[in-house]
């Protein structure tokens, strides 16, 4: 697809529909070693922090993509268009671990992203490329609501907080 970078500050997101409707991609890793891993997210948040654009994304310890995002300083974020609603299904309950090189399955082409080391996907309609600034580890002693532990049912993975800077921002042309 054609897509064009974009100011950060002109992007137009809506971005509680686009976390949980439309789902994301996370994608760490390095494109050039082909030594990368990606998963559908659909829990995490955009905005500002430190005065940087920024993206949050939460990562369960049992995900291979967890691999990736320690190992590597990049990742991006990338939405598509409604069509690809199933191999983000796959990509989203299929471990890396399993199937190397799922995206493959799923018909996905991964593609060099400027500015950082991860890829991106061609099919993409939003890439955000994302450099990691913060990590932490959720804490359930730090829970504030009962009904947050009913997420992890007789599970204690809790996901990893990753913040990333975004650096970079590309979008399909004509859409926006
Ligand atoms: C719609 C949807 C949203 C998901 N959101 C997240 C998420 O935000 N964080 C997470 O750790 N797993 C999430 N998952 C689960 C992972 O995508 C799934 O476990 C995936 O197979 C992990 O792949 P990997 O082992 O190759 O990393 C989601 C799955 C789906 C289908």
Same mark, same amino acid.
């Given at each position: 697809? #054609?897509?064009?970078?974009?100011?950060? +500050?002109? &992007?137009?997101?809506?971005?509680?529909?686009?976390? =949980?409707?439309?789902?994301? &991609?996370?994608?760490? *890793?390095?494109?050039?070693?082909?030594?990368?891993? /990606?998963? $559908?997210?659909?829990? *995490?948040?955009? *905005?500002?922090?430190?005065?940087? @654009?920024?993206?949050?994304?939460?990562?369960?310890?049992?995900?291979?993509?967890? =691999?990736?995002?320690? +190992?590597?300083? %990049?990742? /991006? &974020?990338?939405?598509?268009?409604?069509?690809?609603? #199933?191999?983000?299904?796959?990509?989203?309950?299929?471990? *890396?671990?399993?199937? @190397?090189?799922?995206?493959?399955?799923?018909?996905?082409?991964?593609?060099?992203? @400027?500015?950082?080391?991860?890829?991106?996907?061609?099919?993409?309609?939003?890439? &955000?490329?994302?450099? #990691?600034?913060? !990590?932490?580890?959720?804490?359930? %002693?730090?829970?504030?609501?009962?009904?947050?532990?009913? #997420?992890?049912?007789?599970?204690?993975?809790?996901?990893?907080?990753?913040?990333?800077?975004?650096?970079?921002?590309?979008?399909? $042309?004509?859409? !926006?």
């Amino acid at each position: 697809m #054609k897509r064009s970078k974009l100011n950060i +500050k002109h &992007l137009e997101l809506r971005p509680f529909y686009a976390w =949980e409707h439309e789902w994301f &991609l996370l994608t760490a *890793g390095n494109m050039e070693k082909n030594d990368f891993n /990606t998963m $559908t997210v659909a829990w *995490g948040s955009i *905005g500002c922090m430190w005065n940087k @654009p920024f993206v949050q994304a939460v990562v369960r310890p049992s995900r291979h993509t967890l =691999e990736f995002m320690d +190992k590597y300083d %990049t990742f /991006t &974020l990338c939405r598509f268009p409604k069509e690809y609603k #199933k191999a983000l299904s796959y990509l989203g309950s299929t471990s *890396g671990r399993d199937v @190397p090189d799922k995206h493959v399955k799923a018909g996905l082409t991964p593609i060099k992203v @400027p500015s950082i080391d991860a890829p991106g996907f061609d099919e993409a309609d939003l890439i &955000l490329a994302c450099k #990691k600034i913060y !990590w932490q580890d959720m804490d359930e %002693t730090h829970f504030l609501d009962d009904k947050i532990i009913t #997420k992890y049912p007789g599970e204690t993975d809790f996901h990893r907080i990753y913040f990333g800077e975004i650096v970079h921002c590309e979008v399909v $042309t004509g859409n !926006w």
